[in-house]
């Protein structure tokens, strides 16, 4: 998410890489949610018997959610991703219980978290700098329209005078 925080191709690339490998270690677990993201969510996760398939169905949509976001390019992804993270930290602390070896993925998830919060804040930072930067074009564009303006009728002035001036002569 740093890399998307800052507009980078890689992230593309990074997050292809993560879904595969968070694809390995759902299925070992049973997590299906975190691998589907297609129609029917709840009844197909519930016919397969997902654990804690309120939180799994959770998970599909915020995933859903959070690539959609990600596809328009709105800096809201990061929120989308945030709170599929508090998802899947629940998901993966309930994991924990039951296997210790899943905590690093707890972690992890803790992890990306923050690097989402970090992501939401740069494009929003982003984004005031923009916007801030067409507020003072605006505001110079205002200035050179009255200078444009300004100038034109004093060209206009020197130019009935001139030719005021020529008639007389």
């Known amino acids: 998410m ?43 996760l519930k ?37 599929n993270d508090i998802v899947l930290i629940i998901l993966w602390v309930m994991a924990s219980i039951k296997d210790p070896s899943y905590f690093p993925v707890v972690v992890n998830f803790m992890i990306f978290f923050l690097n989402d919060m970090y992501g939401f804040i740069s494009w929003k930072k982003r984004e005031a ?15 050179q329209i009255k200078q444009v303006e300004m100038s034109r009728k004093i060209h206009f002035h020197l130019f009935l005078c001139y030719r005021k001036f020529m008639r007389n002569i």
């Open 129 to 143: 700098k923009i916007e801030e930067k067409i507020e003072i074009g605006k505001k110079k564009n205002k200035k």
């Open 47 to 83: 016919y397969l018997n997902t654990p804690n398939l309120m939180f799994s169905t959770v998970s599909i949509v915020t995933s859903f959610l959070a690539a959609t976001l990600t596809m328009l390019r709105a800096s809201y992804y990061a929120l989308g991703y945030a709170s």
């Open 2 to 44: 740093i890399f998307a925080a800052k507009g980078n191709v890689w992230a593309q690339i990074l997050m292809i890489i993560f879904c595969i490998l968070y694809g390995i270690i759902s299925w070992k677990f049973h997590y299906w949610g975190g691998m589907i993201v297609t129609f029917l969510f709840y009844e197909l």
